[in-house]
């Protein structure tokens, strides 16, 4: 309760101007609590100090320098609105240089894929692509499993190699039409003869050729059958593998 | 207004004699003459302010020349909206407003170039702007105005630390000794906002001046 009533007059004795006297309750108070007497001492004391401060005086110029300024402003009354003026080409450059980061970001990411598709044909092992074929459905009566060609997971990349490149630039190629090739006799004894090393997968063989400019193309071998005599399958386990 | 092309357009009167204008004149009459044209009602506004606004100013910053600066700009915005002043207040109250918000842009310049960087080591926990390293100087000092004058040197120190919404309040009643109804009007804020600023403004200066006191 004493507590209160000592921050009740000491607020009391803030709000009040040095020169002004307390009321006759602030003044009992203060006559019989030694703590707000003594607040109220160090407080009077600084307001004293800080009151001691006085005024500052402006220089001596101060007019002169004001109605140079004044005149200066007159004078330069069409340029008042350069900051404002100044903000929008700043805001301009700004959107300017979003607009030109976004065109290069999308340039980069929309660069032609074959490059990528090169490079990345130049790492997958020489294992046959899927490819549809036009063999008749007589001659593949057994259409097996592992035949993807119509996989839905595989055909953009099919659709996507079998896309002409862009930018059409002639294929470095070598003719070896002028060399002979080696003729087979049948003289010759059969143990001379290696095992065809044939593989009678009925997946297509795939050829993918690189100008060595980015330029890709695809050559797809059909399904290889003579007549009515197919090629055994791997699948066959009375067959000897890898043999004819 | 008139627009002025040079400095002698604007006909200053330097040696505007008191008697002159009367004292019954008002300050709202003399920046009514000023939106007419009248050069000399202007100057007489300037006279009687110059030196309460750059010591206002001064008081705020704890620097002179800046202080001039901005009380000079302080001037040239009453001049320049001049036709737009609305008599709904005292014409002291308008101009300390405007020399108010100019030294709290001022401050807050200055704390986002960290001026005073020094201050930065000491920074308080509680929210409350950094103290300045200022130990009081113990050694007995031979005059009583070199007394008065470490004194007067540290108090204004002090409030220099203090933070804006405290100092503001604390030298418009302690220093200019302006009552909490004006000071509420030039702030921009309640009388009893106003006295609570002020009653902890001077528990921080009570703090910072114990060497003192």
């Known amino acids: 309760m004493r507590k209160n009533n000592c921050e009740v007059i000491r607020q009391e004795l803030d709000e009040l101007m040095l020169d002004e006297t307390s009321s006759a309750a602030v003044a009992e108070h203060l006559r019989q609590c030694a703590a707000c007497r003594e607040f109220n001492e160090k407080q009077t004391r600084l307001r004293q100090i800080v009151g001691s401060l006085g005024t500052v005086s402006a220089p001596p110029d101060f007019d002169f320098r004001l109605r140079a300024r004044l005149a200066n402003d007159a004078n330069g009354a069409a340029f008042h609105f350069w900051p404002l003026a100044r903000r929008g080409l700043a805001v301009a450059a700004v959107l300017l240089v979003f607009v030109m980061g976004a065109i290069l970001i999308r340039n980069v990411f929309n660069r032609p894929v074959e490059n990528k598709q090169v490079a990345d044909q130049h790492n997958t092992p020489a294992t046959p692509q899927p490819v549809q074929t036009v063999a008749p459905q007589e001659q593949q009566p057994n259409p097996a499993p592992p035949l993807l060609a119509s996989s839905p ?15 059409k630039r002639p294929l470095v190629a070598e003719d070896f039409s002028s060399q002979r090739a080696e003729v087979i006799t049948g003289r010759e004894p059969a143990t001379e003869f290696e095992v065809l090393p044939l593989d009678s997968s009925l997946q297509p063989f795939k050829v993918s050729l690189d100008d060595g400019r980015g330029n890709a193309r695809t050559i797809s071998v059909p399904t290889i059958s003579f007549g009515s005599q197919r090629m055994l399958q791997t699948g066959n386990q009375y067959a000897p593998k890898r043999d004819w | 207004m008139n627009t002025l092309t040079t400095i002698n357009e604007l006909g200053f009167a330097p040696a505007l004699q008191q008697d002159v204008l009367e004292d019954t004149t008002s300050d709202h009459a003399l920046l009514e003459a000023t939106r007419t044209g009248d050069q000399d009602a202007f100057a007489e506004l300037v006279s009687r302010y110059r030196n ?22 302080t001037f040239v915005r009453v001049y320049r909206a001049a036709d737009r002043y609305q008599r709904t207040y005292a014409f002291s109250t308008y101009i300390y407003r405007i020399a108010t918000n100019l030294a709290i842009s001022e401050l807050r310049k200055r704390k986002r170039r960290k001026l005073v960087s020094l201050t930065g080591f000491f920074q308080q926990n509680d929210g409350a702007e950094a103290q300045e390293l200022n130990p009081p100087d113990g050694r007995p000092l031979q005059d009583s105005e070199l ?34 109804d004006e000071i509420a009007r030039i702030l921009e804020t309640s009388e009893g ?4 600023r002020i009653s902890r403004a001077r528990g921080f200066l009570r703090e910072k001046m114990r060497a003192y006191l």
Do not use: W
């Open chain 1, 153 to 167: 997971e595989r055909r953009p990349q099919a659709v996507r190699n079998e896309r002409p490149a862009r930018i």
């Open chain 2, 52 to 73: 309460q606004i750059t010591s206002y100013i001064y008081r705020m910053t704890n620097d002179y020349d800046g202080a001039v600066d901005l009380a000079q700009e």
């Open chain 2, 147 to 180: 007394v008065d004058t470490e004194r007067r040197n540290a108090v204004q120190r002090a409030i220099s630390t203090l933070p804006e919404k405290y100092r503001a309040p604390l030298i418009l009643r302690d220093v200019d000794g302006r009552s909490y």
């Open chain 2, 193 to 196: 906002t106003v006295k609570s």
